[in-house]
């Protein structure tokens, strides 16, 4: 059973560039959430997906921006990058129970670097 | 607005010892849930526990244990006989009832000598 995967596993970009960040839930996941996880942080919320929509979004800018999929496949957009963007960032999926407040598994997040 | 705080920043201790990772939540909801997840050197976050508010009952797996505290807002990770494998960050997190925002503390960097 596979779990939660993403890609790619590193980036590297320039500032001002846009980036793609991919996610493939878990088997049997419906609800997908992303996490930006700075050096020595721990991971803050950007956005959660349920049936195709964003259900709920945390503090972050406009330019990021999201995408779920019939499968439940999601993507993250971050639009003209900044220096500041640089982080790990983590894909989580939550089972078929409405997703709400239920544990959540992780990926093993993209490394994104902008320079 | 609901809150997680990790006072410990880094932990060492040695190998076989007990160790104690605190960890204090605010919120004003009176349903909610609090986790407990480990992230090794490798990055992927693992989780080790979901409590629910209505649950104060204390559970026990294995070398794990933790203490649910409504009357102190706390939520402690006990490991006995600790390993060196298991050095890594743990993360305290919560999620009030109706919030898909999970909430996550500074964590805590255990290390584990041998």
């Known amino acids: 059973d596979a779990g939660v995967t993403q890609s790619p596993t590193h980036l590297i970009k320039t500032r001002g560039q846009q980036v793609t960040l991919r996610c493939s839930p878990k088997s049997g996941h419906d609800t997908v959430s992303w996490y930006q996880q700075a050096l020595g942080q721990g991971p803050q919320f950007i956005f959660q997906?349920?049936?195709?929509?964003?259900?709920q979004r945390g503090n972050f800018p406009d330019r990021f921006s999201g995408h779920q999929f019939p499968n439940y496949s999601s993507e993250l957009n971050v639009n003209a990058l900044l220096l500041g963007d640089s982080a790990l960032y983590l894909c989580?999926?939550?089972?078929?129970?409405?997703?709400?407040?239920?544990?959540?598994?992780f990926g093993p997040g993209t490394r994104l670097t902008v320079t | 607005a609901q809150k997680v705080t990790q006072a410990q920043t880094e932990i060492s201790v040695v190998e076989k010892e007990d160790v104690t990772l605190d960890c204090v939540y605010e919120t004003r909801d009176t349903t909610y849930y609090l986790f407990w997840y480990k992230q090794p050197p490798s990055g992927e976050l693992v989780f080790l526990i979901r409590r629910n508010s209505f649950d104060e009952q204390n559970e026990i797996s294995g070398r794990y244990s933790w203490n649910f505290q409504k009357s102190t807002s706390s939520f402690n990770f006990t490991i006995t006989a600790s390993q060196v494998v298991g050095s890594a960050v743990y993360f305290c997190?919560?999620?009030?009832?109706?919030?898909?925002?999970?909430?996550f503390g500074a964590g805590t960097r255990l290390t584990v000598k041998p």
């Open positions: 997906y349920y049936e195709e929509e964003e259900r």
């Open positions: 997190a919560l999620s009030e009832g109706n919030n898909n925002d999970m909430r």
């Open positions: 989580a999926s939550s089972p078929k129970t409405g997703g709400i407040s239920y544990e959540q598994y």
